[in-house]
């Protein structure tokens, strides 16, 4: 199983990002999409996270209403759009994949970092 994620990068604040994870070696129609970010000396905390349906979308408090996620299944790939970035969103991001709604993301990526200057 492979999470590939791309699109991090220096921003300015009040910029825009749009990261990508193509995922391969599993039935990712199936399985629910997450991602995550880790912020210098402090815990991962999950972001977004998307159903296999797509149809069902979760977003943390700090992101509502600025980040996007989505995902197209005929291209095994989730999208994080990232809008009116902050510096406060400077991190790495990892994308995160589970089977199943309550079970452990299982399978994640190797993080892309995303750096805001101010």
């Known amino acids: 199983v492979q999470l590939q994620a791309s699109g991090g990068g220096l921003v300015q604040a009040g910029g825009s990002l749009r990261l990508s994870c193509t995922v391969s070696g599993l039935t990712f129609s199936v399985y629910d999409m997450g991602w995550f970010r880790q912020a210098p000396g402090k815990g991962r905390e999950l972001v977004a996270s998307?159903?296999?349906?797509?149809?069902?979308?979760y977003y943390a408090d700090s992101v509502k209403g600025r980040f996007t996620i989505s995902r197209d299944n005929a291209e095994n790939t989730v999208y994080l759009q990232m809008n009116t970035l902050t510096v406060e969103d400077t991190a790495v991001y990892y994308c995160a994949a589970r089977v199943s709604y309550g079970s452990k993301w299982d399978c994640w990526g190797q993080g892309t970092l995303v750096t805001v200057s101010s």
């Open positions: 998307v159903r296999w349906s797509a149809i069902t979308t």
